[in-house]
């Protein structure tokens, strides 16, 4: 089993900034992507960023040149530095891990979401 667990979020004012981190434990043979997605009131859940193991990090048109994501592959840790927020980043965010078994399986987790709420 494997379990996602999320910091970070919060209330922060336009312009502002906040750091996600989001750490997975358990039973991980290893480890494909890690990424975050995000989730507006009404809208569908969307990608913000990803950080293939095998390739450089992708982003979506929105939060380029302002999020930054980073892993710490040593720790199963993947962190989401947000700068320049804006009121319409307000979500809940949602880190993912996309992990192969032993076996040759492949695997998706989520972690419980973390509030980001910035405010104009």
């Known amino acids: 089993q494997v379990q996602l667990v999320e910091s970070g979020g919060g209330l922060v004012q336009a312009g502002g900034s906040l750091r996600l981190s989001c750490a997975a434990s358990?039973?991980?043979?290893?480890?494909?992507?890690m990424g975050w997605y995000r989730q507006a009131p009404g809208k569908q859940r969307e990608l913000v960023a990803v950080?293939?193991?095998?390739?450089?990090?992708s982003y979506a048109d929105s939060v380029k040149g302002r999020f930054t994501i980073s892993r710490d592959n040593a720790k199963n840790t993947v962190y989401l530095q947000m700068n320049s927020l804006k009121p319409e980043d307000t979500a809940v965010y949602y880190c993912?891990?996309?992990?192969?078994?032993?076996?040759?399986?492949?695997?998706?987790?989520w972690g419980q979401g973390t509030q980001v709420t910035v405010s104009s």
């Open positions: 993912n891990a996309d992990l192969r078994s032993r076996g040759g399986g492949r695997y998706s987790y």
């Open positions: 358990g039973s991980i043979f290893g480890v494909n992507a």
């Open positions: 950080h293939p193991s095998s390739s450089s990090p």
